[in-house]
C-alpha cells in the first residue's frame, strides 16, 4: 500500500520561498502522474501543478505559472513543489496526490486515487 507524506510547509513572508516534498513509501510510484492540490478555508481544492510519470512533462494553473515549478525525483520516489514569489492568497493546505491510472499529468481531483495528509503553507502579507 502506498503512502504519501508531505513536507516542508510553514509559515513565510510575501515574497518568499518554500519548497515541499512528498515522499512515497510502500512501493514504487515512478510509474504514476502526480500532482499537487491545495485547498483554502472554505474553498475547494484545487489543482496547482502536475507532472508526467517521467517528469518529461509539467502542467501548472495559471495563477502559479511563472512562481511554482513542479518536479520528481523517481530514485528517491520523491515529487517536489518549489513555490517563489509567494502570495498571501497561496495560503492553504497543499496536498501531494498520485494516479496509478495516468502517466501524464490530469487537472481533475478525482483522476488521482492516492493522497497525502496535506501540509499547511501560510503566507503573511
Known amino acids: 500500500q502506498v503512502q504519501l507524506v508531505e513536507s516542508g510547509g510553514g509559515l513565510v513572508q510575501a515574497g518568499g520561498s518554500l519548497r515541499l516534498s512528498c515522499a512515497a513509501s510502500?512501493?514504487?510510484?515512478?510509474?504514476?502522474?502526480m500532482a499537487w492540490f491545495r485547498q483554502a478555508p472554505g474553498k475547494e481544492r484545487e489543482f496547482v501543478a502536475g507532472?508526467?510519470?517521467?517528469?518529461?512533462?509539467?502542467d501548472s494553473a495559471d495563477s502559479v505559472k511563472g512562481r511554482f515549478t513542479i518536479s520528481r525525483d523517481n530514485a528517491k520516489n520523491t515529487m517536489y513543489l518549489r513555490m517563489n514569489s509567494l502570495k498571501p492568497e497561496d495560503t492553504a493546505v497543499y496536498y501531494c496526490?498520485?494516479?496509478?491510472?495516468?502517466?501524464?499529468?490530469?487537472?481533475?481531483?478525482?483522476?488521482?486515487?492516492?493522497w497525502g495528509q496535506g501540509t499547511q503553507v501560510t503566507v503573511s502579507s
Open positions: 496526490a498520485a494516479s496509478r491510472y495516468a502517466l501524464r499529468s490530469v487537472r481533475g481531483r478525482y483522476d488521482y486515487d492516492l
Open positions: 507532472i508526467s510519470w517521467s517528469g518529461d512533462s509539467t
Open positions: 510502500g512501493r514504487t510510484v515512478s510509474s504514476y502522474a
